[in-house]
């Protein structure tokens, strides 16, 4: 049974930092998937924060979290993180990992992937 797995989610104030895992079962090579990190607020489309290419470390990043935000894969530990960095109030929200069979072209969306994790809660609060 193929699992991706949401981590380190939780409560952290307006500045702080917080690094989010996705770990996939054994029987998942997450290495030979695009990979993304997505996020839904309450009421809000599901949006794109970061992916990373299969086999690479290219990646994308959405202009809102551009240069506080960065994506890092271990293949090792068969996982892929997500740091954040000088986080906001507008950063709450569920956040997901996600995977897709179809690899070209890379992208970002969310419709582009079809496997889902079952995401962890990141609440920015003082």
């Known amino acids: 049974q193929v699992q991706l797995v949401e981590s380190g989610g939780g409560l952290v104030q307006p500045g702080g930092s917080l690094r989010l895992t996705c770990a996939a079962s054994?029987?998942?090579?997450?290495?030979?998937?695009?990979v993304g990190w997505f996020r839904q607020a309450p009421g809000r489309e599901r949006e794109g924060v970061s992916c990373i290419r299969r086999y690479t470390t290219t990646t994308y990043y959405a202009d809102s979290v551009k240069g506080r935000f960065i994506l890092s894969k271990d293949n090792t530990r068969n996982s892929v993180y997500l740091e954040m960095n000088s986080l906001k109030p507008d950063d709450t929200a569920i956040y997901y990992c996600a995977i897709t069979s179809d690899y070209e072209p890379f992208s970002c969306g969310p419709m582009s992937y079809d496997y889902w994790g079952q995401g962890t809660q990141v609440t920015v609060s003082s």
């Open positions: 054994s029987d998942l090579l997450l290495d030979s998937y695009n």
